[in-house]
Structure formats: C-alpha cells, structure tokens
C-alpha cells in the first residue's frame, strides 16, 4: 500500500488540530515588515496589524522559494522514504510558491503537484478533503488523488466579509474614492474567489452584522452547498458576538457545527482585522 503525505503552503491557514490530523507537512509562505522578512506562521498576525497602525505601511507577502519547498520534501523523505508526495499548492495565479514547488521536485522522485485554485481556509478545505479521500480509499493511486483535486476545486465557493476596506485601499484593491463612497453609503463589499482570483463580490449595505447576514444567506441561495463540507474562519479581531451570529446563521443552513479557524498573515494583511470568510464545496 502506497504511502501518501499531503504538503501545501502555510497560505491555507490549516489549524494545527487539521495539521496533526492528516499529518499535513506546511511549506512557509513569507511576510515583510519594513526590511525584516519573516516566516509565515513564526509571528502572531496582531504583529502585522500593529506595524500598519505604527507605520502606514502595509506588510508585504510573498510565496514560497525553491528551497522552502526543498526544505520540507526531504524532511518528508528521510522520515517516509518510500512515501508519495501530493504537494496541493497555494492558487498559482496569485504567487510564485506553485513555481517554486515545480523546481523544487524536479530533484525527487514521487512527488506529485496539483493547484489547487484557492487560498486561506478554501485551500484548508481542499486538503482535509482530500486527506479524506485517501484515507478512504487506501489502495488509491496518485492520479486518482489529483482527479479528485481538479474535481472539488471546481466546486468550492469561497467568499469573505472585510470589516474594514482599509487593508484593501492600503493594498491597492480599492481606490480612494471606492473607499470613501463606502463608507458613506454604509457598504461592505464581499471578496470572493473566481479561477484562483480573488475579486470583487456582492457590496451589502448596512451594518457589518447586517451584512454577515445578507453574505451568508446568498452563499446558500446562490451555490447549492453541502453543508457537512463548510469551514469558516477569520481575522484576529473577529468578536465572539460575531462568532456566536455565524454559528447561529450557519445552524439554520443545516451545517453542523464548524470549528472556527483563524487565519494568518498572508490574508489577513490584506483583510484587515475582524475580516470573515465562509467556503463549502458544491454539490455534484
């Protein structure tokens, strides 16, 4: 029976429970904070929302290099000598890290790449369910495995609430009179992903709760989602009033109770405190 060992970028934001779990191997993604450059995951994340309020300057996040991904197959290697190696990685359109795993491979053996189309917790749910997979059919092989990737890619709906556009004018996502006009009209514009792209979703206007609402009952209008398949996470800075108000919303969709997941520095530099995201795979 082959032995499979899943890698993917610390741009999933998979919890440690997951991580220990599927005994999922993470490749650091990095975070620069004026001339210091940091492993993702080495810091906490109210690190980087601090440097933004000290400085006005926004962190900047890069993908994995070469050596990185280097780094963590020998690891799996000297420990699982025999083991295949199904590197999920990080959107390709969005960073180099996809790259920087195809060089890396080309010294192994059985090491098998697959995109993943998604990032933060859309990427965390693509690798528990594919750790799933695994486990449930033992005798797979590793073209089954990334069939199975393309196929729940494809279906995974992820979308997140900013509660502040700050991060995102600071970013150059939003201009300066998107910004204003915003928050004038009381706007909470979604963000969603669409081919490995975060984009501009649905703008709900009112208050952020109201607006947590109105983003979760069009998640489920719109997709016709499998609930037992749903995670949600957010930002450092998510209340528990807020916490409680999604599992309530969550509960009258029949999704069984989720974990909260906390997501880390390469996408809450550019969501901003607070910041709540949702995804589920489709329904075949």
């Not at 609402?213 to 398949?229: E, G, L, S, V, W």
Request: include cysteine; aromatic fraction near 10%; charged fraction near 25%.
């Amino acid at each position: 029976m082959t032995k499979f060992i899943i890698t993917t970028e610390s741009g999933s934001d998979l919890p440690q429970e997951m991580i220990q779990r599927y005994n999922v191997y993470i490749i650091p993604m990095h975070v620069t904070m004026g001339k210091e450059t940091y492993p993702d995951g080495s810091f906490k994340v109210q690190k980087a929302f601090d440097f933004y309020d000290e400085t006005g300057e926004l962190p900047k996040t890069s993908g994995t290099t070469p050596q990185d991904n280097t780094n963590v197959f020998q690891r799996v290697f000297d420990k699982h000598p025999d083991a295949h190696i199904i590197h999920i990685a990080y959107s390709a359109v969005t960073t180099v890290s996809f790259n920087a795993a195809k060089i890396a491979a080309e010294d192994y053996e059985n090491i098998h790449l697959v995109d993943a189309k998604n990032v933060t917790i859309g990427l965390a749910a693509i690798v528990k369910a594919t750790a799933e997979f695994i486990e449930e059919h033992p005798n797979t092989t590793p073209e089954s495995i990334i069939d199975f990737v393309e196929d729940i890619r494809e279906r995974t709906r992820l979308i997140f609430l900013p509660k502040t556009l700050t991060y995102l004018k600071a970013g150059g996502r939003v201009s300066s009179l998107a910004f204003y006009g915003a928050t004038l009209l009381r706007l909470h514009p979604s963000i969603i992903l669409e081919n490995g792209y975060l984009v501009p979703g649905k703008k709900y206007r009112g208050s952020f709760e109201r607006s947590l609402r109105k983003m979760i009952d069009t998640f489920f209008t719109d997709h016709n989602i499998d609930a037992k398949t749903v995670l949600v996470g957010g930002a450092p800075g998510v209340t528990d009033d807020h916490k409680h108000l999604i599992d309530d919303l969550l509960n009258e969709n029949n999704v069984p109770k989720t974990d909260w997941i906390e997501t880390g520095a390469v996408i809450s530099c550019h969501g901003g405190p607070g910041a709540i995201g949702i995804v589920g795979f489709e329904k075949n």
